[in-house]
């Protein structure tokens, strides 16, 4: 009788052990969570890393690229360059050229055009797999961060291009150094409010897309 009782004291009932099955999954359910959100983070921050290296590339060849545009007559819509990156064989690793198109690494197209003005460059705010507008936000902000900030001194212009919208961007746009007066946005002067601000009252979806103009 005491070896029975000690054995019920020291065991645990089905309702407990129930309980403790259910913590378990509760914190396994937001590891889980917690490991995709920082992945997503840490791919959102290479894929700025690749960008950048991108566009570095490209504009180390913008005379070229002024030249092409002048020798073809290039008309306010400018010249698709996509080709002649790609065969220029200065894509990031874990880039593509397929079909006339450059992808980057998560799959976004990203389009090029040359004008007698510069550069235009448009990158995807995702790769066209439905995301929550918080992503479509944090990809927005660092782009501008990442990107945008660091080459302010060759950005003549950028803003959010919206889906099915013409034109340089009803939603916001900011100048370049050497470009900016006193009456427009500056990246020079640029806070962290001003970027959240742009990227949360410019994006429609994530079919929208950043716009780099160059010189």
Not at 43 to 66: G, H, K, N, P
Not at 74 to 85: M, T
Request: net charge neutral; hydrophobic share 40%; charged share 25%.
């Amino acid at each position: 009788m005491v070896l029975i009782k000690r054995i019920e004291e020291q065991g645990r009932s089905m309702i407990e052990m129930l309980g403790v099955l259910a913590i378990v999954g509760v914190l396994s359910v937001g590891g889980i969570a917690g490991f995709n959100r920082a992945m997503f983070t840490y791919r959102q921050m290479s894929l700025m890393t690749e960008l950048a290296e991108f566009i570095r590339d490209v504009m180390a060849y913008r005379e070229e690229w002024r030249k092409l545009a002048v020798s073809s007559g290039a008309s306010d819509a400018g010249v698709r360059i996509e080709e002649q990156i790609g065969m220029m064989g200065i894509l990031p690793k874990n880039w593509s050229y397929e079909k006339f198109s450059i992808y980057d690494s998560s799959n976004r197209c990203i389009t090029a055009r040359v004008e007698q003005t510069g550069l235009v460059i448009n990158y995807p705010l995702s790769n066209g797999n439905k995301r929550s507008k918080s992503d479509v936000r944090y990809t927005c902000r660092l782009l501008f961060e990442r990107v945008a900030l660091p080459y302010r001194d060759m950005i003549t212009l950028l803003w959010i291009h919206k889906y099915g919208e013409s034109g340089s961007g009803s939603g916001g746009r900011f100048m370049g150094e050497g470009y900016c007066s006193s009456d427009k946005n500056c990246l020079s002067a640029v806070t962290l409010s001003d970027i959240i601000e742009f990227c949360e009252t410019s994006i429609v979806d994530e079919h929208s897309t950043f716009v780099f103009r160059m010189r």
